[in-house]
């Protein structure tokens, strides 16, 4: 079984300011690791993933996450946070390449104050 | 942008009625899924196919069902639809291997009244 459990469904920042989302997953195997990213009235993106190998991971948008398999954490930072950056984020895991399907977590919308 | 279509788009339907919703991709991709989005909820996985024909119910299938006889289509039935049904619905997809991430559609917005 796997799951994923998001800190904080609201996380607003100044414009400028470093950008801090968490995610804690739980899986019986070696996981893949998503971060999505979902704007007003459209489907989730890719921002970046884990598979295997380097554990820190860049996505678009000068996003970034670390694997870190000690704590079953996967945050994901920006350094600077841009008004375009204001979007909801989605956390996902997946048991591996062989499993046929990802876990979400329940989202965290970013609000990006100027 | 991936090749995936949703349609329709938006609709209102009344409740006991039968409601069909399509995805179309353009990928040849294995997998399919249909995931339901609700506020406080995130998705939550209704139902995906792992390949023409084939099948799996996920953590929310009651009151669904789904056909895939096309690699590219991707079916999502509501047997006859109720107000908890009132929902966006993605469908997406992904490949049996390499990235293994998801490909979303653009959503249909349902409300049943």
């Known amino acids: 079984a796997q799951s994923v459990t998001q800190l904080g469904s609201h996380v607003s920042v100044s414009e400028g300011a470093l950008v801090l989302l968490r995610c804690n997953y739980s899986?019986?195997?070696?996981?893949?690791l998503f971060w999505y990213v979902q704007y007003p009235n459209q489907g989730l993106q890719l921002l970046l993933k884990?598979?295997?190998?380097?554990?820190l991971v860049k996505g678009i948008n000068g996003f970034e996450a670390e694997f870190k398999k000690s704590e079953t954490s996967f945050h994901l930072t920006k350094p600077s946070a841009h008004m375009s950056d204001a979007a909801e984020y989605f956390c996902?895991?997946?048991?591996?390449?062989?499993?046929?399907?990802?876990?979400f977590g329940d989202g965290t919308t970013l609000t990006v104050k100027p | 942008d991936a090749g995936i279509t949703q349609s329709p788009r938006h609709k209102v339907t009344e409740t006991g009625t039968p409601v069909t919703l399509r995805c179309h991709q353009t990928?040849?991709?294995?997998?399919m899924y249909w995931y339901r989005q609700d506020p406080g909820h995130g998705l939550r996985l209704i139902h995906y196919?792992?390949?023409?024909?084939?099948?799996d119910k996920g953590e929310v299938s009651d009151g669904y069902s789904v056909s895939r006889s096309k690699t590219e289509d991707f079916l999502l039935t509501l047997e006859s639809a109720t107000s908890s049904q009132t929902s966006v619905y993605f469908c997406?997809?992904?490949?049996?291997?390499?990235?293994?991430?998801?490909?979303f559609g653009p959503g249909t917005r349902l409300t049943v009244t």
């Open positions: 884990y598979t295997t190998g380097a554990t």
């Open positions: 997406a997809i992904s490949a049996l291997s390499g990235g293994v991430e998801q490909y």
């Open positions: 996902a895991v997946r048991a591996g390449a062989n499993a046929g399907k990802s876990t």
């Open positions: 899986s019986s195997v070696p996981p893949y």
């Open positions: 990928e040849n991709h294995r997998y």
């Open positions: 196919s792992y390949g023409v024909k084939d099948t």
